[in-house]
């Protein structure tokens, strides 16, 4: 299922505490291929990278925020927060609905999500396996069960 561009909505898909630079240069690529409006990064453990090969920042906007609470202060007015994390809460990926309008915050590997971060995302979403995937590749996923499946308007009283 195709989005209409037409139609209101966007997404933005972004790292907390980034552990590799090679991983950011890859979500990038993926964010400009599957339809991402924007991407960030929040904490301090990014540096600056080579690996974004197709010079993404030139193409789409790109937003760092030295902490959560910086990130949670700016958010787009209506975006919700899909927080990707092996947490007991959190939706399989396959039974997920996308929201219109959101953000898609992704953990470092090592550490995942903080606790401020999971208990403020508006849903948790995982996927069926037996560990943990990596950064990148977690995030070109999720991006691309979006592109397949479209995303939803919730309005009030609607199933999440």
């Known amino acids: 299922m195709k989005i209409d561009q037409l139609e209101p909505g966007y997404f933005g898909i972004g790292i907390q505490h980034g552990k590799t630079p090679e991983n950011l240069g ?80 992704l953990g470092a590997e090592d550490h995942g999500l903080t606790n401020e971060a999971i208990e403020k995302s508006h849903h948790l979403i995982k996927f069926n396996t037996p560990k943990s995937l990596n950064v990148a590749v977690a995030g070109s996923i999720i991006m691309y069960d979006r592109s397949i499946k479209g995303s939803h308007i919730y309005l009030k009283g609607t199933p999440k």
Request: charged share 25%; proline share 4%; hydrophobic share 40%.
């Open 26 to 105: 890859v979500l990038w690529r993926s964010a400009q291929n599957l339809g991402a409006s924007f991407v960030f990064t929040v904490g301090k453990r990014y540096a600056k990278q080579a690996c974004d090969t197709h010079d993404i920042v030139k193409a789409m906007p790109y937003f760092h925020y030295d902490t959560f609470e910086d990130f949670y202060e700016h958010l787009p007015k209506g975006a919700m927060i899909i927080g990707v994390e092996l947490d007991e809460r959190a939706i399989d990926l396959q039974e997920f609905k996308h929201p219109r309008n959101c953000v898609y915050l």
